[in-house]
């Protein structure tokens, strides 16, 4: 048996360093069973664990174990209190409360963990406290709710019951500006990030809407974008999107320097088929990725690297 040193460097020092994103598992197939999906959309973690999944053309939501198991389901096509006309986001309270967005009329509604109807606000519209096709949502850790008004290019928030706080944003590509923002997601210091999807990039704010920063470009290279939709915030700060143009998920640190990604166009495990919406578990060992077009949910485990370099960059190996 003979020992070598092997010196790492660069992109293969990092890869080994700070492990990978691997496939674990996934549900869900077309249809409109239980478990079934026709085009999942929007993607939430309770604090509980369990998943929650927005099922755009079944007017639906559903909900999972943390490995896929079903759970319920609640929701049919209509506009009545706990219908939905094409329902795209969701968003998990600290508290249970079960927000989605219901996109085609225009409004918020809010549930409990098992979908009893809670209450709503919204209608179609600019003025404050409306939307036009609003898509994703958030809750911030004081239960502040933040909504992606993407036919109005701007985010709103209000309180956990619907009662407007305030909003920013305006057409255009400027700092603070949008077109067409999709998700939204809350850090745990509730800083706000929103993906500017056909500006290619992702902006983040506070919680009041000052402009903080932002990252990315046009493209398929490391850090850019193609169709960004979906954002989540891990508990550490990392900041993962989903990619329907490039099928892919990216992954970024809190002020956007570039970490990781995985998936590329397919029907195999760890491939996608314009993935909108991305989740990560509350202990940030999991990520939920709704693969649209598949009609499925993936789900992605943390794995911690094969070896570990020593403080001088090296690894030690064996080689018979």
Same mark, same amino acid.
């Given at each position: 048996?003979?020992?070598?040193?092997?010196?790492?460097?660069?992109?293969?020092?990092?890869?080994?360093?700070? +492990?990978?994103? $691997?496939?674990?598992?996934?549900?869900?197939?077309?249809?409109?069973?239980?478990?079934? %999906?026709?085009?999942?959309?929007?993607?939430?973690?309770?604090?509980?664990g369990n998943v929650y999944v927005t099922d755009y053309d079944n007017s639906r939501v559903?909900?999972?174990?943390?490995?896929?198991?079903?759970?319920?389901?609640?929701?049919?096509?209509?506009?009545?209190? +706990?219908?939905?006309?094409?329902?795209?986001?969701?968003?998990?309270?600290? @508290?249970?409360?079960?927000?989605?967005?219901?996109?085609?009329?225009?409004?918020?509604?809010? %549930?409990?963990?098992?979908? =009893?109807?809670?209450?709503?606000?919204?209608?179609?519209?600019?003025?404050?406290?409306?939307?036009?096709?609003?898509?994703?949502?958030? !809750?911030?850790?004081?239960? @502040? !709710?933040?909504?992606?008004d993407w036919g109005n290019d701007r985010v709103q928030y209000f309180t956990a019951t619907?009662? /407007?706080?305030?909003?920013?944003?305006?057409?255009? =590509?400027? @700092?603070?500006? %949008?077109?067409?923002?999709? +998700?939204?997601?809350?850090?745990?210091?509730? &800083?706000?990030?929103?993906?500017?999807?056909?500006?290619?990039?992702?902006?983040?704010?506070?919680?009041?809407?000052?402009?903080?920063?932002?990252?990315?470009?046009?493209? =398929?290279? @490391?850090?850019?974008?193609?169709?960004?939709?979906?954002?989540?915030?891990?508990?550490?700060?990392?900041?993962?999107?989903?990619?329907?143009? &490039?099928?892919?998920?990216?992954? /970024?640190?809190?002020?956007?320097? #570039?970490?990781?990604?995985?998936?590329?166009?397919?029907?195999?495990? +760890?491939? #996608?088929?314009?993935?909108?919406?991305?989740?990560? =578990?509350?202990?940030?060992?999991?990520?939920?990725?709704?693969?649209?077009? &598949?009609?499925?949910?993936?789900?992605?485990?943390?794995? $911690?690297?094969?070896?570990?370099?020593?403080?001088?960059?090296? !690894?030690?190996?064996?080689?018979?």
């Amino acid at each position: 048996m003979k020992r070598v040193m092997i010196a790492l460097t660069g992109a293969a020092l990092a890869a080994a360093a700070h +492990g990978a994103w $691997e496939y674990e598992g996934q549900w869900g197939s077309s249809g409109s069973g239980n478990g079934q %999906f026709r085009d999942p959309y929007g993607i939430a973690v309770a604090a509980s664990g369990n998943v929650y999944v927005t099922d755009y053309d079944n007017s639906r939501v559903q909900y999972f174990t943390p490995t896929g198991s079903f759970l319920g389901t609640w929701g049919s096509y209509g506009t009545g209190n +706990g219908q939905f006309f094409y329902i795209t986001g969701v968003a998990v309270a600290a @508290n249970g409360t079960v927000y989605a967005v219901d996109e085609g009329n225009g409004r918020i509604q809010y %549930f409990t963990a098992t979908g =009893s109807y809670l209450g709503q606000w919204g209608s179609e519209g600019s003025g404050s406290g409306q939307f036009d096709y609003p898509d994703g949502v958030a !809750v911030a850790s004081n239960g @502040n !709710v933040y909504v992606g008004d993407w036919g109005n290019d701007r985010v709103q928030y209000f309180t956990a019951t619907g009662s /407007f706080l305030g909003t920013w944003g305006s057409y255009g =590509s400027g @700092n603070g500006e %949008f077109d067409e923002p999709m +998700g939204v997601a809350c850090a745990a210091n509730d &800083n706000v990030y929103v993906v500017d999807c056909s500006n290619s990039r992702l902006q983040y704010f506070t919680a009041t809407g000052s402009y903080l920063g932002q990252w990315g470009s046009y493209g =398929s290279g @490391n850090g850019q974008f193609d169709l960004p939709w979906g954002v989540d915030v891990a508990p550490n700060g990392d900041v993962y999107v989903a990619e329907w143009g &490039n099928d892919r998920v990216q992954y /970024f640190t809190a002020t956007g320097s #570039f970490l990781g990604t995985w998936g590329s166009y397919g029907t195999g495990n +760890g491939e #996608f088929s314009g993935p909108l919406y991305v989740a990560v =578990s509350p202990a940030g060992d999991r990520v939920y990725v709704a693969d649209t077009d &598949n009609d499925r949910v993936q789900y992605f485990r943390w794995a $911690e690297p094969a070896v570990t370099p020593t403080s001088l960059g090296k !690894v030690k190996a064996l080689f018979r």
